[in-house]
């Protein structure tokens, strides 16, 4: 599965909303249990990615719900509200629904 | 809390096999239900799925890397492994290992800081 994420990168001011879209070359979406295996990623310079959230819209514990995430099926969204100084990273959507287990290319985000 | 941390080489030499571990502190790697991977990441780009064991030795490949790739298990230490063959500059990444939960299904966490692996004669 190819995952395609727009744009590359983003500049947003403080207080203002960011939003990362990703889409999947097919579905990720489990009809049994209706839940999308999508998961958003945030990665800060010289750190390993951490899971923001997981089903494509849960978040995981301690991630500050001004994350929050949406979409089903092929095409998902990450959103920022209120974007923070420390939201300044590079964002990675990733499907886990078949193997090989892919990740987009990335969406570098900055202040405006 | 459970934490990865990998180690080996930081410097292999084209044609050579590139060797990984990642020792698991905090949980058993023989605990039911979690997955076992490595993630790669070459500088500026995306991360790459290697592949992943479940403590009972069942692996799964990335398709590109499965000639090349053997991932193993050593519940007596608490650790997996990555051994990856006839290396080349390509291969020349930051690998982190992670593990996934298999059945909540919820991507990949914790990873462990990773380590930077260079391809050079």
Redesign the interface.
Known sequence: IVMTQSPDSLAVSLGERATINCKCSQSVLDNSNN?N?L?W?QQKPG?????LI??AS?R?SGVPDRFSGSGSGTDFTLTINSLQAEDVAVY?C?Q?SE????????AKLEIK | QVQLQESGPGLVKPSETLSLTCTVSGGSISRNGYYWGWIRQPTGKGPEWIGSIYFTGTTYYNPSLKSRVTISVDTSKNQFSLNLSSVTAADTAVYYCARRDKDRQIGYDPWGQGIMVTVSS
Request: proline share 12%; charged share 10%.
């Open positions: 839940k295996y998961a990623y750190q390993p990615p951490k899971l997981y089903w849960t995981e990675f990733q886990y193997t090989p287990h892919t990740f987009g290319q990335g």
